[in-house]
């Protein structure tokens, strides 16, 4: 047996190890707000030490009381593993169940420096989205993966391995919560008191359900956004060549703009406030530009614009500093959104005016009133700016950050007199209506032999489904099905790979279903060398209730219900999915989105056959039908279409009343 094999076997050592000292060459997550009375830190502390035998408690108390004190957590670094944490061929990790295995692949690809954002907290993505709360989590659970049969399932409660239950072979091997609150207890600060106590985590989207593929993902949804955007400002752009799109972040999805938007051939200008996040990405070549000045910068971005040139540059400094010189400089801006991470605006997804990052970073721990007054008086001036060059003809659109709900709550001039925000979200205006309400989002996979060759393969029979599929598509989904299969063609050449072997392409109900079938067919004939995970983006057709993102072109009033999410996860689990998530919180924050995934293993069986068509079909059309029902007419377009390729599904479809008649009504 390897020595990974043997350590992972082993679970949380018998053994103290060796005190660790966190890595500085890291990235971290900021210092959280001190939350916890000195009761509660007390309970924290016991919380912790639950995982540890007695003989080791006199040691990490202190130590946890240590880290809780200076971290606003307790992450028991103590424990990180000396080998490296990373996605490996599937028969690399010790196992019992080969979909086990595959589990262990994904969630270890989560934890790589390589992708994390802040490795050593165990947060992938979004500042705060974790896989899990502690070292401890990690390393049970990967001990239980490695020991489980196909008649367990493993149960997680955000982050913490309830144990190994009884199950079936048809069930899923691991159920994952991540963040499930009684409702009444789901406001931001109630994040920060329980999972300082290390009872929840919020699991972002794909962290915590171990579905994150680095930035590819993203980069694919953010090329289509773009791509759309140009084509709703302009009628005849074919795409966003010789206009100018502004944004900011350059963190872990928000890294994704400046790719996108020269992949969609036009100038992408994000500002950055944090210079690690601009340089790693200049460094990785999704950036092609740095500017720390604003008029150099500017000047750059009218050339390129003149010159019709694809150009990505970034600006080291504060979004709104940006903004504002573009006012001054009465500049003309095609496309502007927003990308900080404002879910999260009080511990460092947003960052005030005139203040350093580091300041801001002291601030945020030591003042944190102090610091939400900074952070909502530079809203309501990042608002401004927006507005005045709205009015100047700018198309501005809210990009799921949250950025118009809490302008709105700092004042900001952002509601228009019915209290509707002046500006859609990218999902009213683009993603809903081109592409969920039809059945498209963000389908991916995964080979579990780390092989770049089984990649290249899957890639070109992904290419020839949907080329086959185009031939008879309908005339609605043409542009849609041929911006996939470009995608597709040139997705090997663009060299996006971080970390495991995955692919992400947009696709429908019946994209997904041909794709993952001659998937399975191909590792059946031995064309790919080893199994293929299947999984998708939280943010999807089905898997996302979030009035304010994935739902927000939902307009019967039903925005504000979850139960599309819930049925999603609960339909996945007994359709046939490897293993299941349902979190709270995920993209706009904690309390205002409820999110569901699934994974599933294809080894080239009849079994993986048969739950892939049960399990895919339902996925996608659980969402399409409530889309539908909403009277979505994309949505109705696409249901009709399902029922009539699968007679079994039956929907009941919506009767749209006569809009003179509801307004004759004396109400
Ligand atoms: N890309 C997408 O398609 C997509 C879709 C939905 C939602 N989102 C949302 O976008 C947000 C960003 O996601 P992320 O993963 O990139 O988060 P992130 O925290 O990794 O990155 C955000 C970046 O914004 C920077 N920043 C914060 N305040 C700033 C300021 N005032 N000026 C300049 N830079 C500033 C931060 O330093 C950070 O690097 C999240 O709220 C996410 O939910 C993205």
Redesign the pocket.
Known sequence: MTNLKHTILKGIPSELPAKRDINPNVSHAPKRKKILTKDEKKLAIRNALRYFPDHMHSILAPEFADELNTYGRVYMYRFMPDYKIKARHLEDFPHNSKQAAAIQMMLSNNLDHAIA?HPEELIT???NGAVFQNWAQYLLCMQYLAKMTDKQTLVLYSGHPMGLFPSHKNAPRVVVTNGMMIPNYSKPDDWEKFNALGVTQYGQMTAGSFMYIGPQG?VH??TI?VLNAARKIDAKAEDLNGKIFVS?????????QPKAGVIAKGICIV????PQ?TYKRKEQGWVDEVYKDLDKLLDRAITARDNKEAVSIAYDG???ELWERIVERNIHIEIGSD?????NPWSG???PMGMSYEDANEMMVKNPKKFKKEVQK?LVRHTNAINTLTERGMYFFD????FLLEASRAGADILQENGDFKYPSYIQDIMGPMCFDYGFGPFRWICTSNDPNDLAITDQIAAEVLEEIMHNSPEEIKLQMSDNINWIKAAGEKKMVVGSQARILYADAEGRIKIAESFNNAIAEGKLSAPVVLGRDH?DVSGTDSPY?ETSNIYDGSQFTADMAIHNVIGDSFRGATWVSIHNGG??GWGEVINGGFGMLLDGSADADRRLKSMLFWDVNNGVSRRSWARNKEANFAIKRAMQMNPELQVTLPNVADDDLIDSLKL
């Open positions: 954002q993505y979004g500042g993203i949804g953010t956004t900011s972040g350059l963190g872990g999805m928000s890294g994704a500002a950055e406030i944090n996040a504060n979004i709104v990308q900080t991470s404002l879910h997804g947003y960052y530079t990009y799921g950050n949250a943010h993102r993209g706009v």
